[in-house]
């Protein structure tokens, strides 16, 4: 697996169209409301046990699938050829929103089943917690492989962004803030120096993270803790709407 975010965006940006050139397609039946759907042309192929309702289904849960692999790299496998931690969170984050997107189309955007709802609303409880959490994920700081740096190794990485900064002139202990940054970018402007703007941002943005790092990383691991126990309620009803429709032929007939 690549770290190339490139690649990621990519596979988003085609599957987002996909999905809506399928939301145009299905508009006049994703609009009727559950009562009139039966009588649609497109009801045997959008419906949840349909063609394309039950290939949302499949695929969807396979994502999911897909995107619990991102637990197995973190926790299990260290092996650096598999890719780093940072390109796995990216494809752990967009497997889970298109998995979500392919679902909802399978659901044909109006879930019946009580299992089917509950399911649904975990879902979305855990999307909306994942964006949250990757928001927090994104203030930690981390080395070029992914993985959160300690205190000690910040500061080692600290001291050498000041050194470099050092040897073009910059001084790196008055980049206190936006106001300092802004200050240095209009000062080299149209300079070489001008290409070490990005490490002194980051100096910046890197001291503020070490004096309140304990405090991120607490946040952080309290996240996770309750988005991974969100995600495995989310699944274990997943489970029982495959179950129950299994058992009852809503996906066999």
């Not at 988003?12 to 559950?34: F, N, Q, R």
């Not at 197995?72 to 979500?100: D, E, N, P, Y």
């Not at 304990?214 to 309750?226: A, D, I, P, V």
Request: aromatic fraction near 8%; hydrophobic fraction near 50%.
């Amino acid at each position: 697996m690549n770290g190339n975010r490139g690649g990621l965006g990519g596979v988003t940006v085609i599957a987002l169209l996909a999905v809506a050139v399928g939301v145009y397609i299905g508009a006049d039946y994703y609009h009727l409301p559950a009562r009139e759907r039966v009588h649609h042309s497109q009801h045997q192929v959008l419906r949840s046990s349909g063609s394309v309702g039950l290939a949302c289904g499949i695929a969807g849960t396979a994502l999911f699938l897909v995107n619990l692999s991102y637990l197995l790299r973190k926790r299990l496998l260290s092996l650096q050829f598999l890719g780093t931690l940072r390109a796995w969170m990216g494809m752990h984050v967009v497997s889970g929103i298109l998995g979500a997107l392919l679902v909802l189309f399978h659901s044909s955007f109006l879930p019946r089943s009580a299992l089917g709802i509950l399911a649904l609303s975990g879902l979305g409880i855990v999307i909306v917690t994942g964006l949250v959490g990757r928001y927090i994920y994104a203030l930690v700081p981390r080395a070029k492989d992914g993985h959160e740096m300690d205190a000690p190794e910040l500061r080692a990485h600290l001291l050498k962004l000041r050194e470099e900064l050092a040897a073009a002139g910059i001084p790196a202990e008055q980049l206190l803030g936006r106001k300092e940054l802004r200050a240095l970018k209009k000062r080299l402007k149209g300079r070489p120096e001008a290409r070490l703007f990005p490490l002194a941002k980051a100096f910046a943005r890197d001291r503020r993270r070490l004096a309140r790092l304990n405090e991120l990383r607490g946040l952080l691991g309290s996240w996770r803790f309750f988005h991974r126990w969100l995600a495995i309620v989310m699944l274990v009803l997943a489970a029982f709407h495959i179950g129950v429709a299994l058992r009852f032929g809503e996906i066999l007939t």
